[in-house]
């Protein structure tokens, strides 16, 4: 592995992988990959300006997303499958106990 920060460049193995990390420094893999990011990272104010920008505009544009609506129809639907498979498992009940009682009475008629 190797470790980049700034232009400096360091081939550390897994062991030390966690402390370039936290110092700040890149992992790329043997073939160039960024497998880990360093922390404690800055940007400029003007990317951060732009990002924040564009961030508030789309969540102007989704301010009428029905998502929330969506999300609120599931839950009421899912309470209510949830008092039907009560509802379900008490008849469920009802049909052994029946059932339960005709096996006794076919007991008592055989007898």
Sequence with gaps: MIAVKG???YTINDSEKKS???SGYDIYDEKGKKI???EHK???????KALK???DKLVE??????ADELNKQIDEKNTT????????ETKNKEIEKANKQIEDLKKKVEK
């Design 7 to 9: 232009n400096v460049e």
């Design 20 to 22: 370039y990390i936290e």
């Design 36 to 38: 880990a990011d360093g």
């Design 42 to 48: 800055t940007i400029s104010y003007d990317k951060y």
């Design 53 to 55: 920008l564009k961030y």
């Design 61 to 66: 544009e989704n301010k009428d997303n029905k």
């Design 81 to 88: 499958i949830d008092e039907l498979n009560k509802q379900i």
